[in-house]
């Protein structure tokens, strides 16, 4: 492989940390990293890395690091810094592994530098795909997904044409309340949701995976990634989350792409594409395995059906069910709502909007603070009952 130029936006978090291994496995140079406020991790990857820049996105915790670095790497402070130093930084591939929709403007930076965008933050196509698709297209941008079911898809997707597409079959592990009814979710604890059965992942999206949120959001991202429409897309829970996601052509043949789960190899396959090279993941042993696929149970999962109505709805409404979802997980987090309040709360909030069609980011970045606030007024309503 030719030694490729990274950036490394989020390389704090746990697709961010991956990413650098895959980058110090295969001896990519990493030139940019940045996270919002861990410099004693952001120092450590300084020292083992050496990147020309580093952004901290909290201006205190940047001011802290300016003491620790010497002069071969260059600070860069504050949020709207980062998005414009990445845009105008010389690099191969930027992985944008932000966590939130704070992902959503160094995305448009990448793209409208018309750079290879190594995607893992979902928001940014959840929000603003349409208007992303219109920056790649404007400015001859690439966007690699790095989500590992999008990953699997976009190779999936090699074997035929798009008109001989019938239905991407996206897998979901269904978490670890699989089979649970939605009575028994009410009383579901914080410690059992942070469980996840396959996947070890930042703390927000295990809550999403517990919830099916997260199989939501990649319904919306699916279909501006790869231009499908929300008829076309089907969620299959597959327990051992071995199968990443499928595509069914119209001769009925299915194409799958099969790993043992592990983030690394989406980061790889972007950081080589369109090359392969000997992994940095364990060999897959399908003799250790037993397949098995059901239909996801949307009664019980209702931020599922919640985000189907949603992508079905597009306009400002995957936007809003974002933002309501981000505000309910961080109050379940911090013990505040209980499991199906986070439900009960972006219900709320998403029938208290109407549609709007998307216009721009401002809009949406309107729309995203609104909608959390409108979230958090929620919590004394649901927490006197
Ligand atoms: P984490 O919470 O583990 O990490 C988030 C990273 O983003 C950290 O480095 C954090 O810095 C940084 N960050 C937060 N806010 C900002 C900001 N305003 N500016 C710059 N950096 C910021 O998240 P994950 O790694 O779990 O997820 C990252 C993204 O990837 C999400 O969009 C998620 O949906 C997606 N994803 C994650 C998967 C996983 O396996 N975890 C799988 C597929 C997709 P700091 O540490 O300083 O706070
Ligand atoms: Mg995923």
Redesign the pocket.
């Known amino acids: 492989m030719m030694k490729k130029k990274a950036a490394v ?8 940390t991956q990413v650098l291994d895959v980058c110090d496995r295969l001896g990519a140079e990493v030139v940019f990293i ?5 410099i004693e ?2 120092l450590s990857q300084i020292n083992k890395f050496k990147p020309i820049y580093v ?1 901290v ?2 201006i205190s ?1 940047a001011e802290k690091l300016e003491n620790e670095i010497d002069g071969n790497t260059r600070l860069i402070k504050g ?1 709207d810094a ?1 998005c414009e130093a990445i845009g105008q930084t010389d690099c191969d591939i930027v992985f944008n ?4 929709k ?2 959503l403007l ?1 995305t448009l930076s990448a793209v409208r530098s018309g750079k290879t965008l190594a995607l ?4 940014s196509m959840v929000l603003a795909g349409p208007i992303v698709n219109a920056e790649v297209k404007k400015h001859n941008a690439t966007i690699l997904p ?3 079911e999008h990953c699997a898809i976009f190779q999936c997707l090699k074997n035929g044409r798009k008109d001989e597409v019938k239905r991407i079959l996206l897998t979901a592990s269904g978490g670890p309340f699989f089979g649970y009814t939605y009575d028994m979710l009410e009383n579901v604890s914080l410690e059992d949701t942070m469980k996840h059965p396959t ?1 070890n ?5 295990t809550v999403d995976s517990a919830t099916l949120a ?1 199989k939501g ?1 990649e319904i919306i991202e699916a279909m501006h990634l790869f231009d499908v429409p929300f008829d076309k897309i089907k969620v299959l829970i597959h327990r051992q989350s071995i199968v990443h996601s499928m595509v069914e052509y119209n001769d009925n043949s299915v194409i799958a792409q099969l790993a043992v789960p592990d ?1 690394r190899h989406p980061g790889q396959y972007a950081l080589t594409y369109p090359d392969r090279c000997e992994g940095v993941i364990s060999e897959l042993d399908l003799t250790k395995y037993t397949l098995t696929f059901n239909e996801p149970d949307t009664d019980a999962f209702k931020m599922l059906s919640l985000a189907k109505e949603c992508a079905k709805a597009g306009g400002i409404m995957p936007c809003v069910y974002n933002a309501a979802n981000e505000a309910a997980v961080d109050m379940f987090l911090h013990e505040q709502i209980g499991f199906n309040d986070i439900y009960r709360v972006c219900e709320k909030v998403l029938s208290d909007t109407k549609y709007q069609p998307l216009y721009d980011i401002e809009q949406i970045l309107e729309y995203d603070k609104v909608s959390r606030e409108s979230a958090y007024s929620y919590k004394e309503k649901l927490t006197s009952k």
């Open positions: 936006l989020g390389s704090t978090g746990s697709v961010g940045a996270a919002h406020s861990n991790l952001l952004a996105t909290d915790a949020y980062m592994a932000v966590s939130g704070n992902g160094p893992a933050n979902k928001e790095v989500d590992s996947w992942m930042g703390k927000k999206i997260n959001l983030m």
